[in-house]
């Protein structure tokens, strides 16, 4: 019943890959392979509810992956209406809530799904996220030690990237790179932990180890404003200006609306 149960959790995965880009949920994207939920089931009556709850949940992603979130509420809702106990919903409603800055409903949301599940890696994985982002350290690095004690979480570089990213807000340099470094031994492109050692190099004054996590990142990983903002304050701080002007460059071209890009007509760039 477990499997059944969390079918869609891979879509609750993929809420937190990104981490390492963007500390805020605005950045969560979906997959949107649904192309049969056109429509919302008709007799309800005559169906098992906790396939119509996923169903629902389904489409919510879809929704959300559009940016369609008043839509995407009203399905997870809808969800919930056949399934009150279905965690992947109460999972991508607190993500939504988290979203849009309704922080208490997120985290009433995030407590349901662990309570109907304490051991389970997705939800715990997610709640700690977010919860570090409260700034509640302590409770947040309980969540992900959670997630990676799951047998059957199936992404534990993602659980250990993430605390390693929580510690580095604390300014726990050595706590954080033992994370980051599971998290790379488990998947050794991981972009966000790569990311994450090269941030934690650079404020340890290691600009050159810096730049070689961040090579790494760039054999294996696809620019975003993050990375390519890093890229910069790396080169400025070895001081080659002409690899720094290239990655203001790609910056401002590729990202122009970017707080990053923007940051860079500020009086401090480091």
Request: hydrophobic share 35%; charged share 20%.
């Amino acid at each position: 019943m477990r499997h059944k149960t969390y079918c869609v959790l891979a879509v609750m995965g993929l809420a937190f890959a990104l981490a390492a880009c963007k500390q805020t949920p605005g950045i969560i994207k979906y997959p949107t392979p649904m192309s049969n939920l056109k429509t919302a089931p008709h007799d309800t009556t005559q169906e098992d509810k906790q396939a119509a709850a996923q169903t629902h949940t389904q489409l919510a992603a879809a929704y959300m992956g559009q940016d369609h979130l008043k839509e995407a509420e009203d399905a997870l809702h809808k969800a919930l209406g056949f399934d009150d106990k279905y965690i992947p919903a109460h999972t991508m409603l607190a993500i939504l809530d988290w979203r849009i800055n309704r922080l208490q409903d997120a985290d009433n949301e995030f407590r349901k799904a662990v309570a109907l599940d304490p051991s389970n890696g997705d939800t715990n994985n997610n709640y700690g996220r977010f919860l570090c982002e409260q700034g509640k350290r302590q409770e947040a690095m309980q969540h992900f030690q959670r997630a990676l004690t799951d047998p059957f979480y199936k992404t534990p570089a993602v659980a250990n990237a993430n605390a390693g990213m929580c510690l580095l807000r604390f300014k726990d340099y050595a706590g954080a790179a033992s994370y980051l470094h599971k998290a790379l031994e488990a998947q050794p492109d991981y972009g966000p932990a790569l990311l994450a050692m090269a941030q934690s190099d650079l404020d340890q004054d290691k600009a050159f180890a810096a730049r070689g996590y961040m090579q790494r990142f760039e054999s294996s990983g696809q620019a975003t404003p993050q990375s390519l903002l890093l890229g910069y304050r790396i080169a400025t701080r070895l001081g080659d200006k002409e690899t720094a002007t290239n990655y203001s460059n790609r910056l401002q071209d590729q990202f122009p609306n970017s707080t990053q890009a923007q940051s860079l007509n500020g009086p401090n760039h480091d």
